[in-house]
C-alpha cells in the first residue's frame, strides 16, 4: 500500500487531469462530497468543481496553492476500490481534512494494473483555518502505517514470517554477495524486504520483517565473508553512472528511481539515514551479487536532483518547440519517439502528462501536428482557403526530413541527449542492453 501526496497547485489543476481520465474511459467519479450548489451528476464538469474549490480556498487569501491531491495504490487487486475508499477516509480523518463541509473528490483509476484512487480537495479547512502541513511527509507515512497495520487487522489478513529454513537460506544468499562492510551486507537484506538492526551491547545484528524478529547474524560472520576492496571498473563506473542519470531525469522522485532500476536491470538502492533526507545510499546489482557505495558512481545529493513539474514541462514544451523549428513536417509519432526517449513521456490528444501532471499544448503546435498528419497521411489539408492537391502534400513533406538533437538544456536527461559523448560514442540505449546482459563486468 502506498500513499503519496502529489504536487499543489492554486488552480487546481489534478481536477481538470482527473475528470480527463473519466472522459478517456481511464477512470470515475467514485465520491463527490460538500460541492453545496453542485448537486447534480449533469453538473460534474471540471470547470464547476475547479470555480467551486477556487472558491471556497478564498476563505483563506494567504494560501496560494490550495489544492491538497493524493495517491492512493495498492499492488494489483489486493484491495478492492471500496477498501482504497475506507482508507482514504480514515487517512484524511488523521491528516486533518474531514471536518464537516470539507469539499471532497475521490477518483478510481483504471489505466495501471494496480487498483488506485485519486482524491481532491483545499489545504483551507471550511472554517477558513489553514490545514497543518508542518512535516506533512513524516506525518503521512506515520498515518498510512498506523492505518494500514488496523485495516488489516480488521480484515484478517496476516503477515507470516519466514521458517527458520527460509530465514538461514536467506542469509547465506546474503553473505554470497561482494560487499565491504557490515552496512552493505544490511543493504542486501534490505533489498530483500528485511530491515536491520545493531544491538546496543552485543556484536550481532537484529533482522526483523513487518517489525517482528525473526533472527540475529553475528557482526564477526558478516565481516568474516567482507572484502577488502570491491570499486568498480571505469568503465562499469561511466556506464551504470550514465544509467542512473539518465533514470533519474525519468522519474519523479527515489522511489520511483529505484523501481525503475530494479525492474530494469535487477539493480536495487537502498538508502541510508531519514526516509526524506538520506545521507548516503547503497547499489545491490542482484545480477551480479556485488554492492557498492553509492557515491562511486553519482552522489547522493545529485542523485536527488529531480525536477519540479513545472519545470519538466517547460523542457518539455522547449523541446517540442526546437525540433518543429527544425523540422516543420515532423508528425505527433516522430516527435513522441524522442520525447519517450528523453522524458518517458508522449503526445497524446495535444496534452503531454508526467508524474500525475497534465497540460495542454499551443494550439498553435496541435495545429501544426494536425496537418502534418494529414499531409502524412496523402489527404488534402486547407492552406488559407485553398487546397493542395495530395501529390503536392507528399511532395512538401518530404522536403525537410531531418531532425537535429533538441537543445541540451531544453532536454530532461542530459545523457540521451548528448549520447554520442557517452564513453566514445556508446549511446544510452547501448549500455542499457550491456547491463542487461552483464557485459560490462
Known amino acids: 500500500m502506498i500513499i503519496t501526496i502529489l504536487p499543489n497547485s492554486s488552480n487546481f489543476h489534478a481536477v481538470a487531469y482527473n475528470e480527463r481520465k473519466v472522459s478517456q474511459g481511464q477512470a470515475e467519479l467514485i465520491e463527490v462530497r460538500n460541492f453545496s450548489y453542485i448537486t447534480s451528476p449533469k453538473d460534474y464538469t471540471a470547470e464547476n468543481f475547479t470555480d467551486y474549490l477556487e472558491t471556497y480556498s478564498r476563505r483563506n487569501t494567504r494560501i496560494q496553492n490550495a489544492q491538497f491531491h493524493v495517491a492512493i495504490s495498492c499492488k494489483g487487486d489486493e484491495y478492492s476500490y471500496e477498501q482504497l475508499l475506507d482508507i482514504a477516509h480514515r487517512y484524511l480523518k488523521e491528516m486533518g481534512y474531514a471536518e464537516e463541509g470539507q469539499p471532497l473528490l475521490v477518483y478510481a483509476h483504471h489505466d495501471t494494473p494496480n487498483h488506485h484512487i485519486h482524491i481532491v480537495t483545499s489545504r483551507v479547512a471550511p472554517d477558513g483555518h489553514k490545514i497543518s502541513k508542518d512535516f506533512e511527509k513524516k506525518r503521512s507515512r506515520e498515518v498510512t502505517e498506523r492505518i494500514m497495520k488496523e485495516f488489516e487487522q480488521s ?77 568498480p571498473k571505469d568503465q562499469h563506473r561511466r556506464q551504470l553512472r550514465a544509467i542512473l542519470k539518465k533514470y533519474r531525469d525519468l522519474s519523479a522522485n527515489k522511489e520511483e528511481l529505484a523501481a525503475e532500476m530494479k525492474k530494469k536491470f535487477g539493480i536495487s538502492l537502498v538508502f541510508f539515514g531519514k526516509k526524506d533526507s538520506p545521507y548516503g545510499y547503497a547499489i545491490v546489482d542482484h545480477k551480479n551479487k556485488t554492492v557498492f557505495k553509492g557515491g562511486e558512481f553519482i552522489s547522493i545529493r545529485e542523485l536527488q536532483q529531480f525536477e519540479d513539474v513545472a519545470t519538466r514541462f517547460a523542457k518539455i514544451e522547449q523541446t517540442i518547440d526546437t525540433l518543429l523549428a527544425d523540422a516543420p513536417n515532423l508528425t505527433t509519432v516522430d516527435i513522441n519517439r524522442i520525447l519517450y526517449r528523453q522524458f518517458g513521456t508522449r503526445i497524446h490528444q495535444g496534452t503531454v502528462s508526467w508524474n500525475g501532471e497534465t497540460i495542454t499544448l499551443k494550439d498553435s503546435v496541435c495545429e501544426q501536428l494536425r496537418r502534418n498528419y494529414l499531409t502524412s497521411q496523402g489527404k488534402t489539408i486547407d492552406v488559407d482557403g485553398a487546397t493542395i492537391p495530395t501529390t503536392q502534400a507528399l511532395h512538401n513533406s518530404k522536403s525537410t526530413t531531418r531532425v537535429n538533437n533538441p537543445l541540451v538544456n531544453a532536454g530532461g536527461s542530459h545523457d540521451t541527449n548528448r549520447e554520442s559523448e557517452i564513453d566514445q560514442g556508446m549511446n544510452v540505449s547501448e549500455i542499457d542492453n550491456q547491463i542487461k546482459s552483464k557485459i560490462y563486468m
Not at 496476516?158 to 554477495?177: F, G, I, N, R
Not at 542486501?188 to 556484536?203: R, T, V
Not at 568474516?224 to 570491491?230: E, I, T, V, W, Y
Request: with cysteine; glycine share 4%; proline share 4%.
Open 155 to 231: 480484515i484478517g489478513i496476516t503477515h507470516t514470517l519466514p521458517t527458520e529454513e527460509e530465514w538461514e537460506k536467506a542469509v547465506d544468499h546474503a553473505l554470497s554477495y561482494r560487499y565491504t562492510s557490515k552496512s552493505q551486507f544490511c543493504a542486501i537484506l534490505e533489498s530483500q524486504g528485511f530491515d536491520c538492526k545493531d544491538d546496543e551491547d552485543k556484536p550481532v545484528v537484529h533482522i526483523y520483517r513487518n517489525c517482528e524478529e525473526v533472527g540475529t547474524v553475528p557482526t564477526d560472520l558478516i565481516m568474516q565473508h567482507a572484502l577488502k576492496d570491491n570499486r
